[in-house]
């Protein structure tokens, strides 16, 4: 089976490559390896996905329309996992535009191939930023979520009426996955867990927003690669029933949370992360940033009902395997 994953540079494109290629699907990557942050982390992961004979990479922009459409003629395409986007809060705030490039006109030629070439199921990421300004926890995607705070959780709330559109309009599959705060080996220098250690074992002052008065689910890469493959092969079917949440529809159609559905206090989280580097952080406590929210809890409920997920990584194990290869990328 031929599966695209865009994104597959990325942090989770990556490790959900690896293991697609592990089960020996035949993956074919894509990705435009922007300069967000270092291209060389990029380059390695491309390097170590190559080194696997199906495995085949396109270095292409979503925005080009005519070099996604070559892709899907070049190849059979059953499954496209959508993880190619312009990511980041903060980084919304001064270039909005690289969103609207990478999210909707990207996504929108996604959809495009998706409509053209009858490909069986679309599996796209959404974000928990799409919460916003909801205070009730967990987070459902029972509830609604039409009071984004940032660019980028606007985008990403574009992707999944998109998504329904499409299916709706041409009966496509489509799942959306609202990741929550996905952290581990080979991840993103722009996250917090990976600047916090990059200066606490430099010695350098660690900056913390709402004077550390926030929460996070984070989820270890592993458990949402494990989320994303027990659901290639549950695509949505249209719900019949008359009273339909936001995650639900007529239409082949469906969002799940994928998150630890076990929040962490910022403060115990870099407790954590001082006692594995053995060291002690030098804070500086800041007000809250703009974009930003106090917490995120997921519910995974329908993600347990329908593809038996429950993530099985506690923070202490998961951060630990990042500082071990952080220590031996960085430092070795």
Avoid at 28 to 37: E, Q, R, S
Avoid at 119 to 140: C, D
Avoid at 226 to 245: A, S, Y
């Amino acid at each position: 089976m031929n599966i695209v994953v865009t994104g597959a540079a990325g942090f989770i494109g990556f490790h959900l490559s690896k293991r697609l290629l592990a089960e020996n699907y035949h993956v074919i990557g894509v990705d435009n390896l922007n300069d967000y942050y270092d291209v060389r982390l990029k380059k390695d992961r491309l390097e170590f996905l190559e080194r696997n004979k199906n495995f085949n990479f396109y270095k292409v922009d979503l925005a080009d329309q005519d070099s996604v459409n070559a892709i899907f003629e070049n190849h059979s395409i059953s499954i496209v996992i959508n993880l190619a986007a312009q990511a980041g809060v903060r980084y919304s705030l001064t270039h909005p535009h690289s969103y609207v490039h990478s999210n909707l006109v990207g996504f929108v030629n996604i959809l495009e191939a998706c409509r053209h070439y009858q490909v069986e199921h679309l599996v796209y990421a959404s974000s928990s930023s799409v919460y916003g300004a909801n205070t009730k926890t967990p987070f459902s995607t029972q509830d609604s979520v039409d009071h984004p705070v940032s660019i980028y959780a606007a985008t990403k709330k574009a992707n999944e009426l998109m998504a329904h559109t499409y299916s709706h309009l041409f009966n496509i599959p489509t799942t959306g996955l609202r990741f929550f705060t996905v952290y581990g080996p080979w991840g993103r220098p722009d996250m917090a867990y990976f600047s916090f250690t990059k200066d606490i074992i430099e010695g350098n002052t660690i900056q913390v927003y709402n004077n550390g008065d926030m929460l996070r689910d984070f989820t270890y890469i592993d458990d949402i690669v494990e989320g994303i493959v027990k659901l290639l092969d549950h695509p949505p079917i249209p719900d019949t029933t008359r009273c339909l949440d936001p995650s639900t529809s007529h239409a082949p159609y469906k969002i799940y949370n994928i998150g630890n559905n076990s929040p962490v206090r910022l403060m115990d989280f870099i407790n954590t992360l001082e006692k594995l580097i053995d060291h002690k952080a030098k804070i500086e406590f800041l007000p809250m940033q703009p974009g930003d929210v106090k917490e995120t809890y997921a519910d995974i409920t329908d993600l347990q009902k329908e593809a038996g997920f429950s993530p099985a990584t506690p923070l202490q194990i998961g951060l630990g395997h990042f500082v071990e290869w952080y220590m031996r990328y960085h430092l070795e």
